[in-house]
């Protein structure tokens, strides 16, 4: 295996550093001690190739998997969509070695010789997907959000824990050194005390109603619905598009929502806990038969540390906002202290002044997990066996914070939640309890995995 990307000579450091500045405004300091990280790294053995699958072979899924590639042999392929299988099966066709096809993830995990999956499914199959990988004893980096729920967290956390799996849930803004930044001088109270954050989503779709459309050949409809309520095949409620329908995923909030309600936990030191009380309003009536996840919506958070958190999309704006002009939430985060603030999002970081980010951290600052590579963090966990930057719990609290404020939206109440016992308590307990899990369709209930 070829030494990994970061690890780069110093002339080529240097050169490298100044491009990075100019273009994302992430300071010197910052990078000369990534690359005093890097130089610890160790660079893998040239026979130290896993055998690797990948299931789900949708765009996230192949451009995963050929990240994966470098690190991997691809084995075998799945789909539940035969021509999603061929093509991917003929992209990672290397030296005349064809991966196998499989149009069920159960017979896959069968096979010893496969190391490690890539789940690139739809929201509503990566906790089966994921749960029996790692009960047949694979390692995974599966894509976000983690779950389609909250108690499918709370299950899979205990499964891969409880069979020693390395998991890297495919959240890699937090390998990506902006958002690593503004998250260290967060926690080292470069702004003083964080007290706000806002987290600034994209708008989500109002369109419909959709006619139904035949099922094209090769497409296991039934299998591809899964756990999830049977509905006619529209086109429009399949692949790519999955994410607007409340059976398969939960909208914005649940996919963006992964990636900033991540870097936010993460800021705010909470990425093992997660909010006490959660307000959530969709703001915009959907079109009956039409997409089913809010498109504007508002939902107020606090945490126990005194921390309040609004997450937004971009059409709506908080008075809080320190960027956007008051017209819009632009896509990111906003950490909002004391003294200053900071806001991030991918390729640009911004303070409230050019010193905040400039001066560097003083010996013995909190220094957080690094990774500027994240498949390339996975295939190093997987020798280490030491967890990567988005081990499976802190996806599961990161995702949790997306599911309760859709929850919150759906119920159109308050919630509070307790983190340590994920639990519901306080006014609305019992019905937003009821919320925890959804009833799932058999036989794609979990004694389909069993
Ligand atoms: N990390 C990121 O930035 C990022 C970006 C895009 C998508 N994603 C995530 O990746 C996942 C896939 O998204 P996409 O845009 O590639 O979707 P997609 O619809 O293009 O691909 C999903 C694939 O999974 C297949 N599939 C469905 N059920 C299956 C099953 N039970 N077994 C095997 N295959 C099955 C589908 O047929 C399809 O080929 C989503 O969860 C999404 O949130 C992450």
Not at 47 to 73: E, K, T, W
Not at 165 to 171: H, T
Not at 274 to 289: C, H, Y
Not at 309 to 321: F, G, K, P, Y
Request: charged share 20%; net charge neutral.
């Amino acid at each position: 295996m070829k030494p990994h990307a970061f690890q780069i000579n110093r002339r080529r450091f240097v050169k490298t550093a100044a491009a990075i500045t100019a273009a994302t405004g992430v300071p010197g300091w910052f990078l000369e001690l990534e690359e005093a990280h890097a130089a610890e790294s160790r660079p893998a053995g040239p026979n130290d190739r896993p055998g690797i699958a990948l299931v789900g072979c949708g765009g996230q899924g192949r451009g995963d998997c050929g990240g994966a590639s470098q690190f991997a042999d691809v084995l075998a392929v799945c789909d539940v969509d035969q021509s999603h299988a061929e093509s991917a099966a003929r992209q990672f066709t290397r030296d005349g070695r064809v991966p196998k096809i499989y149009n069920d993830f159960r017979k896959l995990m069968e096979r010893d010789d496969i190391h490690a999956i890539i789940n690139g499914t739809p929201d509503h199959w990566h906790t089966f997907v994921n749960m029996l990988a790692a009960r047949t004893g694979k390692d995974i980096y599966t894509e976000k959000p983690l779950t389609l729920t909250i108690d499918e967290g709370k299950r899979l956390v205990k499964t891969v824990r409880d069979n020693k799996r390395i998991v890297q849930v495919g959240s890699q803004q937090r390998s990506d050194r902006n958002f690593r930044l503004a998250c260290e001088l967060t926690r080292n109270g470069r702004i003083g005390t964080l007290k706000h954050m806002i987290v600034g989503l994209p708008t989500g779709l109002v369109e419909g109603p959709f006619p139904e459309l035949p099922v094209p050949a090769g497409l296991n409809w039934d299998y591809y619905v899964g756990q999830a309520p049977m509905v006619p095949y529209k086109g429009v409620n399949c692949h790519g598009n999955f994410r607007w329908w409340y059976g398969f995923s939960g909208g914005q909030m649940t996919d963006w929502g992964a990636h900033h309600n991540d870097i936010a936990q993460w800021g705010n030191g909470t990425e093992r806990s997660g909010p006490v009380s959660i307000d959530g309003k969709s703001l915009t009536a959907l079109i009956p038969g039409g997409y089913e996840t809010a498109a504007n919506y508002r939902i107020d958070c606090k945490y126990a540390n005194g921390v309040t958190m609004t997450i937004l999309d971009e059409h709506t704006v908080s008075d809080q906002n320190v960027v956007g002009g008051g017209k819009t939430t632009p896509n990111g985060v906003q950490f909002i202290g004391t003294d200053g603030w900071i806001f991030v999002a991918r390729g640009n970081i911004q303070a409230s002044s050019e010193e905040l980010l400039r001066k560097p951290l003083p010996e013995g600052a909190v220094r957080l997990y690094q990774s500027n590579h994240h498949m390339g963090n996975f295939f190093e966990s997987m020798r280490s066996r030491k967890d990567p930057i988005c081990d499976v719990e802190i996806g599961h609290r990161s995702i949790t914070v997306a599911h309760l404020g859709v929850i919150s939206m759906r119920m159109n109440k308050p919630v509070q939640w307790n983190p340590d016992t994920e639990q519901f308590v306080g006014t609305h307990a019992r019905e937003a309890n009821q919320w925890l899990a959804r009833d799932q369709r058999k036989p794609y209930d979990y004694s389909f995995i069993a």
